[in-house]
C-alpha cells in the first residue's frame, strides 16, 4: 500500500508554491486587509488557469476531476503563504457542492474564476459575505445558494482576520440547493482549514527559526539558548504529528470511509493545537517586534487565531471524536 503522494501530486504543490511566492505574500495581503474585495484578483485568476479553483469539480462541470488528496496539499501551501480570499469556501465546498447537486452551469462558472463563491453554516458571520458573487448558506439541514439581488441586508463585522471580510446577512429568496449534502460540506471546510493552519504552522516556525539565528543577544543567537530551542522543537513536533491527520482526513474524505467526520474533526483539533503553539512560541521568540503592525508576523497569527475557530473549535471537534470512539455523550460520563 502507498502511504506517500505521488510525483504528480508533489509537483503541482511545487507549481502553486512557486505562483504564491511570485504573487502572494505580505505586500498582497495588507492589500486585502485595507481595500479591495478581500481577496487578490490576480492571484485568483491565476489559480482558475491552473485549475486550483475546479480541482474538486468533475470534467464536465470545467474541473480537473481530481480528489481532496489532491487538494490538500495546495491548501497546505494557501497557508504557508496566507493567502488572501475564499479558497476553501470556493474550491473545497462550494465547486464541488454545486456540480454533486448538479448545478453544473454554476460549478463550471466557479471553477473558470467568473464567479466566487462563499459558504458558510452560519448567517450571522459569513465571510467574504458581501464580497463574493453567490453565497451558499447552510439553512438547517438544507444548502441555500444566494446571489447578491437575494439579501436583503449585509452588516459588516469586526474580525481578527480582516481579509475575511466577515457579515452578517439576510436574505428573502434564494434557490434550495437540491440533495446537497451540508454534512459533507461542513467536514470539506474543516479539513481545508486544518490543512491550511498546518502551513501557517510551517511558515511560523520557518520565520522563527530564522529571526533566531539572526537575533544577537549578549553577543550570540537567541536561537542557541535551550529555552529558544526547546519552545521551537515543541512546535515543530506538534506540526509533524498533526501532518498525518489531516492528510489521513483527506484520504478519508475522497475514499468516502465512515470514518471521515472522525478523521476530519481529528485533523482540525490537532492542527488547530498546533498552529496556535507556534503563534505563541513566534510572538516570544521575536519579543517585542512581533507585537508591531509594521512587522508581517501578526498576518499569519491573526490567520492562525481566526482558523481556529473557523468550522468549529478544538473542543467542538474533540467531543465529535469522543462519540465517534466511545459512543455519544461519553465525554460527560462520571468517571
Do not use: N
Not at 491550511?196 to 543577544?217: D, F, I, K, M, P
Amino acid at each position: 500500500m502507498e502511504f506517500a503522494f505521488g510525483e504528480d501530486q508533489l509537483a503541482f504543490r511545487d507549481a502553486v508554491r512557486g505562483l504564491f511566492a511570485d504573487i502572494a505574500g505580505p505586500a498582497s495581503l495588507r492589500a486585502a486587509w485595507q481595500e479591495g474585495p478581500g481577496y487578490d484578483p490576480e492571484l485568483w485568476a491565476a489559480l482558475a488557469e491552473m485549475g486550483v479553483l475546479g480541482l474538486l469539480a468533475p470534467e464536465e462541470a470545467g474541473g480537473l476531476g481530481l480528489t481532496e488528496l489532491d487538494l490538500v496539499l495546495v491548501l497546505e501551501e494557501s497557508g504557508r503563504a496566507a493567502v488572501a480570499g475564499p479558497l476553501v469556501e470556493h474550491a473545497a465546498v462550494a465547486v464541488p457542492l454545486l456540480a454533486g447537486a448538479g448545478m453544473v452551469g454554476v460549478a463550471r462558472q466557479a471553477a473558470a474564476g467568473d464567479v466566487v463563491v462563499t459558504f458558510s453554516d452560519r448567517p450571522d458571520r459569513v465571510g467574504w459575505g458581501g464580497e463574493a458573487d453567490l453565497l451558499l448558506v447552510g439553512d438547517g439541514s438544507a444548502v441555500r445558494l444566494l446571489s447578491p439581488g437575494d439579501l436583503t441586508v449585509v452588516h459588516p463585522l469586526d474580525s481578527v482576520d480582516r481579509s475575511r471580510r466577515d457579515a452578517a446577512v439576510g436574505w428573502s429568496a434564494g434557490r434550495l440547493v437540491d440533495g446537497a449534502d451540508l454534512g459533507l460540506a461542513l467536514d470539506r471546510a474543516a479539513l481545508g482549514a486544518a490543512a491550511q493552519l498546518c502551513g501557517l504552522a510551517a511558515h511560523l516556525v520557518e520565520v522563527t527559526v530564522s529571526y533566531a539565528t539572526t537575533r544577537h543577544q549578549f553577543g550570540v543567537p537567541i536561537g542557541s539558548y535551550q529555552a529558544v530551542k526547546h519552545q521551537l522543537a515543541d512546535a515543530l513536533i506538534a506540526l509533524e504529528h498533526a501532518r498525518p491527520a489531516v492528510y489521513r482526513a483527506a484520504y478519508a474524505t475522497a475514499r468516502e470511509l465512515p470514518t471521515r467526520s472522525r478523521d476530519v474533526s481529528m485533523a482540525k483539533a490537532m492542527a488547530g493545537d498546533a498552529a496556535g503553539g507556534a503563534a505563541r512560541v513566534a510572538l516570544q521568540c521575536h519579543g517585542a517586534i512581533g507585537y508591531t503592525w509594521e512587522y508581517d508576523l501578526h498576518l499569519w497569527m491573526k490567520r492562525v487565531w481566526a482558523l481556529q475557530l473557523a468550522w468549529g473549535d478544538a473542543a467542538h471537534h474533540r467531543a465529535r471524536v469522543a462519540d465517534a470512539v466511545l459512543g455519544p455523550r461519553a465525554a460527560q460520563r462520571p468517571v
